[in-house]
């Protein structure tokens, strides 16, 4: 059997998974939350038990090192040398890689380089593998790119309307991001709806995107250049008339790094609702009246509709759609808030399910089967990386 190490670093937590492999079983699970906070969050759970402290962890270095201290102290691993693998989930491969690979100086520059457009997370990603590398020399890293499963999408798709030659000497084209969970929720939906050739995954968390998947393979996503694009996300504008941008920089006086910031950081259910970038929080607010957190939401909502019709068009039919990610698996509401608009599709959804978040949650008169599929992003990671570093 074979240790592998999972990690899924985000712009202020670190999720993780110890895999025996090829059996695929969970021996540890957890993650670090708020990191870049006097009260982080680190939890896992082992052995059955459930543990759940908070600490202050400066950076993502720190919250590997705990980690790594975690393991040996509370005797899941008897030496570092039992990890034969460790799996990185990195934003942003560009053209540089379709595939997942093993980690070397020239793949970690070349993370570095393209953390221009991915800036929440490929620099802490690089973070991650340096941190582990430093701890664990010899043991084989492998960078799984959300960029990859998007590789097969057509080019008439991921191609933008700009002069030719910026696509030839930068690379500007649409990627598609959260190729693991995209991945994962297709290959699970597939085996609940074999007959299911036409499907739709929606992967709703702070972070979100919406992908056609046709016979398995992504033909189209709501991510672009950069995950900036798409749907309306926890502080990320989505889509927008991008003369916005010079106009903005122009009547505020802001500079091309402030005006990412605003993109970025500022603006989606943050920046509509004013209450936060937390759906809950948002959800919460709105039902207290707040108008401007129920236009968030109605606004967040109808950005997945928009492209969820988009997508069946690309499909031509509908035969599955799926929710995944935190708010997806979690939110009767943005369920129901979504799907209302989807009967012309054949969707229609029992409530009484939804409301249980149920995994399957259609009507019996629904043409369309409507899953709730829990994402497990680090059991493509483990796989890719037995696969990459032919282990086992």
Not at 70 to 98: A, F, N, P, Q
Not at 134 to 163: C, E, G, R, W
Not at 169 to 179: D, P, V
Not at 316 to 340: C, H, P, Q, Y
């Amino acid at each position: 059997m074979t240790k592998i190490m999972a990690i899924n670093s985000g712009s202020s937590s670190l999720k993780f998974k110890l895999f025996e492999m090829p059996n695929e079983e969970i021996l540890v699970e957890g993650g670090v939350e708020r990191i870049g906070s006097s009260s982080a969050i680190f939890s896992y759970k082992f052995e059955g038990k459930k543990v759940a402290k908070e600490l202050e962890i400066s950076d993502h270095e720190a919250a590997v090192n705990y980690l790594l201290s975690v393991l040996i102290d509370e005797k899941m691993i008897t030496s570092y040398e039992e990890i034969e693998g460790v799996g990185h989930r990195i934003s942003h491969g560009g053209t540089y890689y379709e595939d997942a690979t093993l980690i070397d100086e020239v793949v970690e520059e070349r993370i570095g380089e393209l953390g221009v457009l991915s800036p929440l997370h490929n620099p802490v990603n690089l973070i991650g593998i340096r941190s582990f590398k430093k701890v664990l020399p010899n043991t084989k890293q492998v960078a799984i790119f959300d960029t990859s499963f998007h590789y097969s999408i057509p080019k008439k798709n991921y191609m933008y309307a700009l002069p030719y030659e910026y696509y030839e000497k930068y690379g500007i084209r649409r990627y598609g991001f959260h190729g693991p969970s995209h991945q994962y929720v297709a290959e699970e939906s597939a085996k609940l709806n074999p007959n299911g050739k036409k499907t739709i995954t929606c992967h709703i968390g702070s972070g979100a995107s919406v992908s056609a998947v046709l016979d398995g393979q992504s033909i189209n996503s709501s991510m672009g250049f950069t995950p900036l694009a798409g749907l309306v996300m926890g502080t990320r504008t989505g889509d927008l008339d991008p003369q916005i941008i010079p106009f903005i920089q122009e009547k505020e006086g802001l500079s091309p790094q402030e005006v990412k910031e605003l993109m970025n950081t500022k603006s989606g259910l943050l920046g509509i609702s004013g209450v936060s970038n937390d759906y809950r929080d948002v959800e919460k607010a709105a039902d207290e009246g707040n108008e401007r957190a129920q236009l968030a939401l109605d606004v967040f909502a109808h950005q997945v509709v928009h492209y969820i019709g988009a997508y069946a068009a690309d499909l031509n039919g509908l035969d599955t759609l799926v929710f995944t990610a935190g708010i997806g698996e979690r939110s009767s509401r943005v369920r129901t808030s979504i799907t209302n608009y989807l009967t012309y599709l054949g969707v229609s959804i029992d409530e009484e399910k939804n409301n249980k978040n149920e995994l399957s949650i259609e009507a019996d008169d629904s043409k369309v089967k409507v899953l709730v599929i829990p994402t497990d992003e680090e059991i493509i990671i483990a796989r890719d990386v037995m696969r990459i570093a032919k282990l086992g």
